[in-house]
């Protein structure tokens, strides 16, 4: 770009000419390359910057030229050689094209490397500079476990950059907040934590670098302008495909300006970041393998907060989830909106492969998408990476299930029988109005069909109360399908209109706050009635536990998730290695243990310690 001032002419007046009255033009544009320049410098602008400098020098008058001319020689020719030495020597240490241009090119998703490159600093940027731009950032989060990946991912952007981690409020200098937008509760969470904050930092001391505050994830997207201009809270917003703008971003926010990014991406999937796991002792891990949704279901905000269906190519997915094995994670997520879409269009030869079939009677609002590794293949690949690594997925759509995925959870012993069916009404004229692309029976016939390819299945699901329209009978349904399916794991809410949504624009939200509020406490309770009864088949079996750690209840106690993803707590007491050879141990966080069930309520199992084994060993004697 040019420089202000550099091509302008200044004529002083009354007619004067000379290289003092031009001195502004030239010195504004040689400003942009040195610092100081001196007189035997500028002359040789006209040879080092070509076209540019040629321009420069003819734009000066004659006088001025003269002038000039007349300075340099009385130097000498070797200092005036020397000065060009000099001056071409600043620009080559000085930031290239490609310095200001390395960011700007987008991520290359073919062959991803998530390997740490270190990367050196820009040549105008001293150690002592980047040392004290080393300020700590306090990450918080809340949702869904997409935004438990997002705060990995947005770390691992941060510290790259050279910001440092703080677990405690008081130290931080940047607080970032990772968010949701599904329900109005989860956002006004949001905005009381944002006035505490706000309240934090007008307390901050005058000694102190200023705090700055910005929100991430889904209410950055939808709330952006009034996050920034009405309440004037935060310092920055970054929307769910701007985390590699973070670091411009707080840049901005140093100079005390606001600044934000919430453009959605149609190919950001982050596959080149490789995620710093939050809690680096922790047993399991989230993966994230696509991002977005196509479904377009009338009460859900996600499709307008986290953009179109896009799938990471499979090959930097497996990289990642070998990295986790190396460190000893047990257990992994796969997670997406649409998880079991998942649809890898970057390799060439792939993309003519047939579309898999819908579940049966259920349909969708976009054509079939042809072309692509599909979820089957990579649920098959990545239960290969390590046998002794559970796999799970969340959250996936009934429709896509075709036989291929079933029958490879039956078949693999460390993919978990455990499948996640949101079902959100029993009734098919609510389902109608949700858009959800299937009916009460066409949902059954599901659970029937899971349950036949998978026996011993644990299902979970979500489920809305006092959707627009919802009348008694329409809950009643509800609540017969609750009880003929008997849930293991349920996730019951209100329903919270969202703006943008097709309900928004198309429906009434109806149904009085009172009767949501009675309807929901009505679903609950029959939840955990069957949940009970379905949990309560567990008691006097042996079940196999990933140890997590020590209870939150007792420290006497340890706890984990059994297969079905059902919470399991038991006495810290010493067992068999599982050896052979009776030797005694204490359970681990990252073991997998056997535990008799001795008593079950609607969330958790309790047992009793038996032994250490293995998924292998564990497998073979089902």
Known sequence: PQCPGAMQRVRPKGGEAGLASERPALWGFAGCLVSRPSAAMLLPFKYVLGAAGMFLWRRLSWAARSELRARVPTRGRGEQNRGLEDFSARLAAGPTLQHFLRNTSPPQETHPQLAEEPEEPEPYLTSSILEEARRKVYLETYGCQMNVNDTEIAWAILQKSGYLRTQQLEEADVILLVTCSVREKAEQAIWNRLRHLTALKSKRLRSQAPLRIGILGCMAKRLREEILHKEKLVDIVAGPDAYRDLPRLLAVAETGQQAANVLLSLDETYADVLPVQTSPDATSAFVSIMRGCDNMCSYCIVPFTRG?????????????????????????????QNVNSFR?????????????????????????????????????????????????????????????????????????????????????????????????????????????????????????????????????????????????VGFLFAYS???????????????????????????????????????????????????????????????????????????????????????????????????????????????????RTTLRESAAHR
């Open 308 to 336: 179109r269906e896009r799938s990471r190519p499979m090959a930097s997915i497996l990289r990642e989830v070998k990295v986790l094995s190396d460190q000893g994670v047990k257990e992994v997520t796969l997670l997406g």
């Open 497 to 611: 209109m969202r703006q943008k949504t097709r309900a928004y624009h198309r429906l009434q939200d109806d149904v009085p706050a009172e009767v949501k509020r009675r309807r929901l406490e009505e679903l609950i309770s029959v939840f955990r009635e069957e949940a009970t009864r379905a949990n309560g088949a567990m008691v006097g079996r042996s079940q196999l536990v990933l140890v997590e750690g020590p209870s939150k209840r007792s420290a006497a106690e340890l706890c984990g998730r059994n297969d079905g993803n059902i919470r399991v707590v038991f006495p810290d007491t010493e067992m068999e290695d599982g050896s052979g050879s009776g030797a005694v141990v204490r359970a681990q966080p990252g073991d997998y243990v056997l535990v008799k069930v001795t008593s079950a309520s609607s969330q958790t199992l309790k047992g009793v310690l038996l032994r």
């Open 344 to 488: 890898d269009t970057s390799e060439v030869q792939f993309r003519s492969a047939a579309a898999p079939g819908l579940s049966r009677g259920f349909s969708t609002i976009y054509k079939a998408k042809e072309g692509g590794l599909r979820f089957a293949h990579l649920l098959d690949q990545a239960s290969r990476v390590d046998p002794e690594m559970r796999i799970r997925f969340t959250s996936p759509h009934p429709k896509d299930f075709p036989d291929e995925v079933l029958q490879l959870i039956q078949e693999r012993h460390n993919i978990c029988k455990q499948l996640h069916l949101p079902a959100q009404s029993g009734s098919s004229r609510i389902l109608e109005a949700m858009r959800r692309g299937y009916t009460r029976e066409a949902y059954l016939e599901l659970i029937q069909h899971v349950r036949d390819s998978i026996p011993g299945v644990s299902l979970s699901s979500d489920f809305i109360a006092g959707f627009c329209g919802e009348t008694e009978d329409d809950h009643q349904q509800t609540m017969s399908l609750l009880r003929q399916v008997r849930y293991n």
